[in-house]
């Protein structure tokens, strides 16, 4: 008799679990369905290529159509990659998750779709982009205030050089703008700019890009 009511009990739990299964792929496929088919279609990829050149050049911005200034990555210079790192983190998830939200331009969208287009468009970066081209595309196509578009037009207005060739307190001015181009503007808000600077450096400091008597001497400079 208790073999009897072992075996019901096991037949019973078998057809629980086949059913839990079947479920979880179902719910799984109607999820992944609604994924893709609610969250459209990704941006050109092709425009985002532009952004990591061989050489320095003009291209045009994805949304807007205006011509920017893009560089390679050797063309970033030692002083702005590290900054940018200690500003925005080194990984290419991070990366990759700021480059996605400039791609899409329709400012319409619904937000839960804007999302979803935008952690598709992530998952993509990372699969097709290495970490030097998702950082070289990040700096070209970033905003940083007053209508400038991509990291050499805001160090030729800002200190009137190349990316390449900013010292270590103007790389970390220029790293710091990424987060809010407005708020952190030097010719605007230069306590807040200063502050902010300060900020990076110290992020350098602790990631080892740069030694305490760099960061000393960079808090000390002026700010342009």
């Known amino acids: 008799m208790r073999a ?25 496929c109607v999820g992944l369905g609604w994924f ?3 969250s459209g279609d990704l941006p050109n990829f092709a425009e985002v290529v532009k952004l990591t050149p061989d050489t ?26 590290n900054a940018t790192h200690a500003a925005e983190g080194q990984g290419s ?12 331009c329709e400012s319409q969208m ?6 979803l287009l935008e952690y598709k468009a992530a ?3 990372r699969n097709r982009f290495t970490p030097e081209q998702l950082l070289t595309i990040y700096l070209n196509q970033s905003s940083f205030g007053d209508g400038l578009t991509g990291v050499e037009s805001a160090s030729l207005h800002y200190f009137s050089k190349p990316a390449s ?27 807040r700019a200063k502050e902010r600077r300060n900020e990076v450096l110290d992020a350098m400091l602790r990631n080892g890009a740069i ?7 960079a808090k000390q400079s002026e700010l342009r």
């Open 56 to 81: 320095s050049g003009t291209v045009s911005d994805v949304c807007s159509n205006r011509p920017i200034q893009v560089v390679p990555f050797a063309s970033l210079g030692t002083n702005l990659r």
């Open 93 to 104: 998830e991070v990366l990759a998750t700021q480059i996605s939200r400039n791609l899409f």
């Open 123 to 125: 998952v993509q970066l």
């Open 4 to 28: 009897v009511v072992q075996t019901l009990v096991m037949k019973r739990i078998s057809i629980a679990l086949l059913v839990a299964a079947v479920l979880i792929v179902v719910v799984t």
């Open 165 to 191: 060739e900013l010292d270590v307190g103007q790389a970390a001015l220029i790293a710091g703008l990424l987060r809010a181009p407005s708020l952190y503007s030097p010719e605007r808000h230069p306590d």
């Open 110 to 115: 619904r937000m839960l779709q804007r999302h």
């Open 36 to 38: 893709f088919f609610y």
């Open 211 to 217: 030694t305490a008597e760099q960061a000393g001497k």
